[in-house]
């Protein structure tokens, strides 16, 4: 794909994700949560620039950096979540301020990162974008899904007359 591409593929991800995780969502631990980080990345390892050829040692701890990057914010992500139950049972989700604290974070380091290869002139594929959100995305949902699964049911006194 191409690097404008990316972007929009990239940009209309985080705008749908972000939507969707400030209001409040009905949390299915059932569904194929892992299919769409899945598919954003097999889109990005297709790509034989993901790694810089000239500087590959570099380009390498870059990406490492960033996937690891990637995988604390989406634990931390995860966490932000506020989890309940709602009347009928079913566990519902909404993300909170601090679900967008670790956004803006993320976008923070991913910038720092980008910087930081771009001084030691390092290429650097928008596929490597679209991997680490890749990552994030599965990295949050298992997240969520395991503290999902592991609430516990608040009961209600029936109380009829």
Not at 84 to 102: E, I, L, N, S
Request: charged share 15%; net charge positive; with cysteine.
């Amino acid at each position: 794909m191409t690097g404008l591409v990316n972007v929009l593929v990239i940009i209309a991800v985080i705008a749908l994700v972000v939507r969707r995780q400030l209001s409040a969502q009905r949390v299915d631990t059932d569904r194929r949560f892992w299919l769409l980080p899945l598919v954003l990345a097999v889109l990005a390892l297709r790509d034989p620039k993901l790694i810089d050829q000239a500087h590959q040692g570099l380009s390498i701890a870059l990406l490492a950096a960033s996937v690891l990057a990637v995988l604390a914010m989406g634990c931390v992500w995860g966490w932000t979540v506020r989890l309940w139950h709602g009347p009928d049972g079913a566990v519902w989700a909404q993300g909170t301020k601090a679900t967008v604290a670790a956004w803006v974070g993320m976008i923070a380091i991913r910038l720092g990162l980008f910087g930081l290869g771009a001084a030691l002139h390092v290429h650097q594929s928008g596929n490597a974008l679209l991997l680490g959100l890749a990552v994030l995305l599965l990295v949050r949902a298992v997240v969520v899904n395991w503290r999902a699964r592991s609430l516990e049911p608040s009961y209600r006194a029936d109380v009829t007359g």
